[in-house]
């Protein structure tokens, strides 16, 4: 199964950006959502931003993930 998750950027260079996931900061390419700015939140997949997404979404996705981490 594959799963992109919500992360924040928090830095960008050209077309890479650090992002925040859920409190691990990570690289991740930037080159499919160059509109993409600092503060901006998008999905992150295998690497790379594949769109932006709003805070309220992002915020919903933790939500769940949060729920699935109590399954098991």
């Known amino acids: 199964?594959?799963?992109?998750?919500?992360?924040?950027?928090?830095?960008?260079?050209?077309?890479?950006?650090?992002v925040d996931i859920r409190g691990n900061r990570l690289r991740?390419?930037?080159v499919l959502v160059p509109e993409a700015q600092v503060g901006d939140w998008v999905l992150v997949h295998a690497g790379f931003a594949i769109t932006k997404i709003t805070p309220q979404d992002a915020a919903e996705t933790n939500a769940l993930l949060d729920q699935m981490e109590g399954i098991g």
């Open 1 to 18: 199964m594959c799963l992109a998750v919500p992360g924040k950027i928090v830095t960008k260079e050209d077309t890479v950006g650090v």
């Open 28 to 30: 991740a390419g930037l």
